[in-house]
């Protein structure tokens, strides 16, 4: 089994940043991705940024150039740099991890509200 631990959510103002972090233990395979999703009230939910254990990214159109997601394989974390945030970018941010093994584990979710 995977566990995944989440931090960094909370509130902003527009165009300010945050950072979400997130810690996977377990059962790692080594060939992996992980990768944040979000969910706004009412909408569905969507992914948006993922990183392959190899570095390999892939973001939303609605956050590239604003969010980058980096990870350190060594702790097993991955983080979401989140710039410029927008009104738009309120959601709860759940943190995902993948093997082929396993499927998708789905962390808790962590609140992010863009506030004046």
């Known amino acids: 089994q995977v566990q995944l631990v989440e931090s960094g959510g909370g509130l902003v103002q527009p165009g300010g940043s945050l950072r979400l972090s997130c810690a996977a233990s377990g059962s790692i395979f080594s060939m992996n991705v992980m990768g944040w999703y979000r969910q706004a009230p009412g909408k569905q939910r969507e992914l948006v940024a993922a990183?392959?254990?190899?570095?390999?990214?892939n973001y939303a159109d609605s956050v590239k150039g604003r969010f980058t997601i980096s990870r350190d394989n060594a702790k097993i974390t991955v983080y979401l740099q989140m710039n410029s945030l927008k009104p738009e970018d309120t959601a709860v941010y759940y943190c995902t991890f993948w093997a082929q093994r396993i499927g998708t584990v789905w962390g808790q979710g962590t609140q992010v509200t863009v506030s004046s």
């Open positions: 990183i392959t254990s190899g570095d390999i990214t």
